[in-house]
């Protein structure tokens, strides 16, 4: 017994020895255990005690140890741990389904997608694809391809497409012709001239026809020398004559066709068909007909203003007389609905020149909410869609036509190459601003380019002193317009609305009877419409205006009856009047015509002009350095008067004991900009030395990337700017002492009459002055000057920062509006997250049908309630809209109620085709609840439903 426990005791000993020791004791099992769970503890202690990098090499010296097998239990762990969520299509799904997806791909996106991988390169390559695309052209293979053979179809389409002539619109009008084409005067006068000595020559034979029968008929026949008393059988010589008589009329009938068809030119036009002349004013008595070749001689100038401008009221009202101007929403619109509005103003005309009135900078134009168009995306198809249809509105180069951006894209590279691709893109003359010039829209009245034929752009449109105050007072009128517009608009349009509609009614009612009211709709239109324009034309004359736009509405109109007396004044004088007007414009035309065509008005022309600016960079490059300076003098003074106008007095009463603010609050309010003016202290006086010893050896560029360096201030204060402004607002109200001091400093000659907060706007408005000089230093600085690069460097750096800037402004603008929305709408659910934005809201009635049973056509529909549609970029808020009337008051107030809100990709539209008793309508399916709803306008419909599917198709795509 002493010797077993002897031994059993020398065992313990020894495990105890061995526990810490490197020794691993196969023979004892539960030994192992214990001893490699207590090892792999310590290692594991040791591995969280390592960094990132010691890690890493403790698992690479790990897995080079392991073997295949360990190395294959590892991977197969990590797939059943975490599983692929992304993996290619095409390798596991069957093949002809990868095809079948391959299929509704464009030829373009299938050359894109064949260089993603060899396995896509292999399936977008194959013949089944390519084959129907050749086949819809009408390209057919010379030869059978072999069975390993594939892409022989992709090569025969490429080689196809290589091959093809591509004309710009503009050319193929050119080579093909265009339909309506307009006629010279000699082909007019040639065409009457004919037409009339035929039907001289018809009438005559018809004549000595009808002397004829007059001579062997009995005296008992008819005027056809056929009785009903009689039959053919008896008289067979009277019917023979009356029957060579019907076959001689159809025969000169027949006859006078065929020789006007040879006189006509034979001209071809896009549908190869010919131009037939109309039927002269004698046939057909009471019918005036329109005269085509002088509707398509007047060619009105045509511009766009966007909503997006600042008081955009006040460009409109200093467009000159007989220009055609359109007011478009810049939230809200597409390309197809701005289209859209330019055919309906322009009723088939050619413009003989085409402005674009709207935001932006001297890279890209703002043209719509979205659709920045610049450089980068002017080949997007929509976008390129676009400009080339635009383009086909406007008369050709040879005519005089352009069209003008009055955005300062003439002042950069990018913007001057935006321009020449679209010249190129739709061969039409486009100009911009190529002046420098600070300030508020003082671009759009300096120097333009383009060629010298084309003249001054805004005098063409726009009156200029009118156009000058309102570029001189355009910010400080926005600012006060804001709220004015907001809270006046609907009820100005609906009065303008009722005020017509009373007008109407009372002329038509005095003139006509109720049948005749009934059935002359179109009349009332047409009034309403001619009083709408005479309210804003304010014309001296107003039967004379009226009478004018009436006959222009007559000549858009095929079924007009020139027989009935429409105003009280001589209706000839009036035409007289017009057709003068209108034969003053056509030698305009072409007297500017004559002096385009000696100008060579063209791309090489726009070319040229660009390398002589180039050429004479010395002089714009020294104007554009000293207005730099010059501005950043005056921006320097402005914030010198936040010091001390305010700060300094602040400071000065809280020294001497007698605080208006705390010391806080002033730190809270001044610091940051403060900061910011001895910054641009700074930059001014090294900007003043580099001035003072210019010369073409000089650049700005290493200041302004050192200035760009320590924008941090300016970071400091924009993200600090919402807290400063509730600073003010809240010691406004608080601080009686303070109240009164704001009273006394603002808006005073020191302050240059602006108030602390308006003051405060100068930095953030301030670098989009920076921008557009910057383009414009590098512009006018030739390619091989040693500062070149270092202004590009600078241009880069202030652009971005300005982006930053942009973002910030956009997401405080975004929640503003979902806040204003959400305290607007009673019960509404809480709008405010990531990424959401108002994209357009719309008034329209709820309908229901009570039989849906029958026909879209005969179905008939009552009017439940009114509902307001605000329309997100990924949901659709429809509200209950109640409108209720104050006693003793015109205005009426309108509360919102929520109903439902739908995400947009669970949204569907229906279209319900106008009928008699339905107009403009169409249907709403959500995943629950389905609406019927009608706008009352039809160009309401057409834009909300446009502006709708696309925001679907985005929800969708994300």
Request: net charge positive; proline share 4%; with cysteine.
């Amino acid at each position: 017994m002493s010797g077993g426990n002897s031994s059993r005791e020398i065992l313990e000993m020894e495990s105890c020895r061995t526990r810490f020791s490197a020794w691993t004791p196969f023979s004892n099992t539960s030994l192992n255990r214990q001893l490699f769970q207590e090892r792999v503890a310590l290692i594991s202690h040791w591995f969280d005690l390592w960094t990132n990098k010691q890690r890493q090499e403790f698992l690479f010296t790990i897995f080079l140890r392991c073997t295949k097998a360990q190395l294959s239990f590892v991977q197969d762990w990590f797939s059943k741990r975490k599983q692929v969520a992304r993996v290619d299509f095409s390798t596991v799904l069957p093949r002809f389904i990868s095809l079948r997806i391959f299929s509704f791909l464009n030829p373009k996106d299938l050359c894109a997608a064949a260089q993603v991988s060899w396995s896509w390169k292999f399936l977008t390559e194959q013949d089944c694809l390519w084959m129907p695309k050749c086949v819809k052209f009408g390209w057919f293979l010379p030869y059978t391809p072999a069975d390993k053979e594939y892409g022989a179809w992709k090569h025969h389409y490429i080689a196809c497409v290589s091959d093809l002539d591509w004309l710009t619109p503009r050319e193929a009008a050119s080579v093909y012709g265009a339909l309506n084409e307009p006629k010279t005067e000699e082909e007019e006068l040639q065409e009457r001239l004919k037409e009339k000595c035929l039907r001289k020559i018809l009438w005559k034979k018809i004549a000595l026809c009808k002397k004829e029968s007059l001579r062997v008929r009995p005296p008992w026949g008819s005027g056809a020398g056929y009785s009903r008393g009689f039959t053919s059988k008896g008289h067979p010589r009277v019917y023979r004559m009356a029957r060579d008589q019907a076959g001689l009329q159809g025969a000169l009938e027949k006859e006078l066709v065929l020789a006007s068809l040879e006189v006509l030119p034979k001209r071809n036009n896009v549908s190869g068909s010919h131009s037939y002349p109309s039927l002269s004013e004698k046939t057909w008595p009471g019918v005036h007909r329109k005269d085509d070749s002088s509707a398509c001689t007047f060619q009105p100038h045509f511009i766009l203003i966007s909503s997006r401008v600042p008081a955009y009221e006040l460009v409109v009202d200093s467009v000159q007389a007989g220009v055609l101007s359109v007011v478009y929403e810049h939230s809200g619109m597409t390309l197809d609905g701005l289209l859209y509005l330019t055919e309906k103003a322009l009723a088939g005309r050619k413009a003989r020149s085409v402005g674009i009135f709207s935001d932006g900078d001297s890279e890209e134009i703002n043209l719509l909410q979205g659709y920045k168009i610049g450089i980068k995306n002017l080949l997007r198809p929509e976008v390129r869609d676009f400009w080339e249809k635009l383009g086909s509105y406007v008369a050709t180069e040879e005519e005089g036509g352009h069209v003008d951006l009055f955005v300062p894209l003439g002042a950069s590279e990018a913007g001057v190459e935006a321009l020449s691709q679209l010249s190129q893109l739709t061969g039409t003359l486009f100009t911009a601003p190529a002046g420098i010039a600070t300030g508020s829209y003082q671009h759009i009245l300096s120097e333009w380019l383009g060629p010298p034929g084309v003249g001054d752009p805004p005098s063409v449109y726009f009156s200029e002193p009118k156009l000058q105050t309102w570029a001189r007072w355009a910010e400080l009128l926005e600012d006060a317009l804001k709220p004015v517009r907001k809270q006046l608009g609907p009820l100005l349009k609906e009065l303008q609305t009722g005020i017509s509609a009373r007008m109407v009614g009372q002329i038509m009612f005095d003139s006509m009877s109720m049948a005749d009211v009934l059935s002359n709709h179109d009349t009332a239109q047409a009034l309403a419409d001619g009083l709408a324009e005479l309210s804003k034309e304010h014309s001296d004359k107003p039967l004379e205006f009226l009478s004018n736009f009436l006959l222009k509405t007559s000549k858009k109109s095929k079924d007009w009856e020139g027989s009935v007396p429409l105003t009280t004044c001589d209706s000839e004088e009036t035409l007289g009047s017009f057709r003068k007007k209108r034969n003053v414009i056509a030698d305009d035309s072409q007297d500017t015509k004559s002096r385009l065509s000696k100008s060579d008005l063209n791309f090489e022309g726009l070319v040229k002009l660009e390398a002589r600016l180039r050429a004479g960079c010395g002089d714009a490059r020294t104007a554009a350095a000293r207005e730099l300076l010059r501005s950043e003098r005056r921006y320097v003074q402005t914030l010198a008067a936040v010091r001390d106008v305010y700060a300094t007095p602040l400071r000065a009463a809280l020294s001497a004991n007698r605080a208006i603010l705390s010391a806080a609050n002033i730190r809270v309010i001044f610091s940051d900009v403060l900061r910011i003016l001895r910054l641009n202290r700074q930059f001014l006086n090294k900007l003043g030395d580099r001035l003072q010893d210019w010369g073409p050896a000089h650049c700005v560029g290493e200041i302004f990337i050192k200035f760009g360096s320590q924008l941090n201030t300016y970071t400091n204060f924009f993200n600090n700017y919402p807290v400063v402004l509730r600073t003010i607002e809240k010691c406004r109200e608080t601080t009686p002492a303070f109240r009164a001091f704001l009273q006394r400093r603002d808006k005073t000659i020191a302050t240059n009459m602006l108030s602390l907060p308006e003051l405060l706007l100068c930095p953030s408005r301030r670098f989009d002055e920076y921008l557009s000089l910057l383009y414009a230093l590098r512009l006018h600085t030739p390619a091989e000057h040693v500062g070149r690069g270092e202004l590009t460097a600078a241009t880069d750096q202030i652009k971005k920062y300005k982006d930053y800037l942009d973002q910030i402004k956009e997401n405080i603008k975004m929640k503003e509006q979902l806040s204003e929305v959400q305290s607007l709408v009673w019960g509404c659910p809480t709008l405010s997250e990531v990424n959401r934005y108002l994209i357009r809201v719309q008034d329209v009635v709820q309908l229901h049908c009570p039989n849906e049973e029958i026909s879209f056509s005969l179905r008939f529909y009552e009017q439940i309630r009114d509902l307001t549609l605000f329309l997100f970029n990924d949901a659709l808020l429809i509200s209950h809209r109640h409108v209720s009337h104050a006693p003793f008051e015109r205005t009426s107030k309108a509360t919102y109620q929520f109903t439902a809100s739908v995400a947009l990709h669970r949204l569907l539209i229906e279209d319900i085709p106008d009928s008699k008793y339905v107009k403009n309508a169409f249907i709403l399916q959500g995943p629950k609840h389905e609406w019927i709803c009608a706008t009352e306008v039809e160009d309401d419909k057409f834009l909300w439903l446009s502006v709708l599917q696309r925001a679907i198709r985005s929800s969708m795509e994300k």
